[in-house]
């Protein structure tokens, strides 16, 4: 069962668990299909958490800056991009949400953390513009926060997403939905600058 | 409401509408997750059809080549890659299920075609060991045809998703998802060789 | 495409249309297998609207009594009760929320009405001991603000469910769900007195 | 979990569970709101599994007549019938795909069964004209097989629908889905005689 609700691609799946709350490949690929990342992008994302994104995303862009404020989940984060084999990786040790981030000219960034809204100015100054902002949100109450954040900073198209997706079981004796699986990981807010 | 049910990232934005029906960023986000291409992959794709899905690999991967045997979407399709300002897609005019691909060592291979599943064999040729085809499917009919001949075909690891994505109004005066929209698209079946 | 979203049974098939937002037979069905009512139940609805509620909880118990503020409306659903058949209903014109309900050992009261957190308070007074209120509620901030007021007036069983519902075309070209639909009407909120 | 999955209402909390698998409330609600029955209407039911439908039936109807093949499954069902203190159901041990039904002028007809579409004619032969043969069908295979013998026995509105439910956790700390759930029990399709 576990399986089937974490379908993993070769590169997560030597990755460790245990660690923080992963972000799944449904999430992960809506993340990439709505912002039009592609092999030139600069990434920037806070929390680091398990660091499944970040691999993923690496696997895809020029470079990817992580921040991570535990230092337990940045240990964590640091073997699993080890396994990845991914050398466009930098993880950072910081509450962005006090410090803020130190790139430019950012293609995306993507806040999973707690208090996101709270980092959106500082999402702001790092992208590019037209470029976009992705809260990965587990709440309403956070997604309305966040859409409220991003429209007092100015950001111009602001929509937000859930995805629920099933597993189909085919087979001589009968075609159907597995029954049971996730109904809910999180709602994604996309905000353009 | 049309914006809404297909929201558009910015490279597609720019391309021709009003051709063979496209494949949207929900399911191509889900292609790209899955499968782990990344930039130094290789893709194959039949049939081209609008070239949303072939622009948007083609933003993340080295090299894209896409078959289409209608002169019509051919053409179509050219408008829509020149548009894309990409250059490394490569269209070709042809019915695969009669001359099959030129392609050796991909890291992934698309269909979506009629009759998909008689590609199936000339796909397993052109796939590099331990990377996916991914079928996209319209009806189940189809996604047992298809799973079926993979197994004939001896592929490893055969799975069926289906997504299925609302988005949502969130504004002072109340959260909610948007009454109508995309019910279904497509079933996306995944082999792994 | 109307009617895919909306089949409606027999009964409601000769109502008027073209009112008030009708409550479709999607959550009908959810408000009567989750209450339990049955041929011996009294039932207390507020806002009557189309009246498609009202005339699907005539059917199937002995007394509906139905309150609707709004002159227009209480027209419109007489009309629709009439042509219902049914004789068992009896409708009010009273804004609920400013005298409450004249009824009493209820076994079900529903609320579709805006700030229907209000009314929470008379239907309480209404209902028997066990029986549940149902609250149908467009938005999260509803839903939010009547679950709280559900547990201040010591409803002890509070849970709150939304339902998706698909249509499939079933042919022998292939059977797939019908590609565009509702995606929301709106959140039953059911509380246990 | 448990619990939150398969929410019952009064009368159904009381029964035996850890026989065949049972109907729950929300597609036991899609009956009940699609096919119109009502405290004057008689239903026919095919198997009575553990009965749970049968209950919910006949809390609502007149009467409800149900067909059970399996001796143990008989048993089983006496008891919840029993446990839920109706008097307004009959069942009868029987094979109907053998022995077809005894009753004429039903209002409702519902298979659950395997290979219910071996009993559709004699649905058809039960029921009144203008009402619903509802077949409960786990797979999309026997969806099409029911589809094709109902328009074989004439049946002339037939529909398949689909429900996807889902619980939200309402709470100070945020509002949101539950995270995993049942995604599929099964296909109601409803052919009107």
Do not use: W
């Not at 990439?32 to 660091?51: D, F, M, P, Q, R």
């Not at 230092?71 to 964590?76: D, G, P, S, Y």
């Not at 007092?152 to 099933?166: A, G, H, K, V, Y």
């Not at 109904?183 to 807010?189: D, E, G, I, R």
Request: include cysteine.
């Amino acid at each position: 069962m576990k399986i089937r609700e974490e379908r993993l691609n070769p590169v997560l799946e030597n990755l460790k668990r245990g660690g923080p709350a992963i972000i799944l490949p449904k999430d992960i690929g809506q993340i990439i299909a709505y912002t039009n990342i592609g092999k030139e992008s600069i990434c920037v994302e806070a929390g680091t958490g398990s660091a499944f994104l970040t691999v993923s995303l690496a696997n895809i862009c020029k470079k990817v800056y992580t921040y991570e404020k535990d230092e337990r989940f940045v240990k964590f984060a640091k073997e699993n991009i080890k396994r990845s084999l991914l050398n466009n990786i930098e993880i950072k040790q910081r509450d962005v949400i006090e410090k803020g981030f130190d790139e430019k000219n950012a293609d995306l960034v993507v806040l999973d953390m707690p208090n996101a809204k709270k980092a959106v100015l500082y999402a702001r100054k790092v992208l590019k513009k037209g470029r976009f902002l992705v809260g990965y949100l587990t709440n309403i109450e956070q997604v309305k926060d966040f859409v409220k954040e991003c429209e007092n900073e100015q950001f111009q198209n602001t929509f937000t997403l859930e995805t629920i997706q099933r597993e189909y079981l085919v087979k001589d004796k009968g075609t159907r939905p597995v029954h049971k699986g996730l109904m809910h990981t999180a709602y994604l807010v996309f905000a353009k600058k």
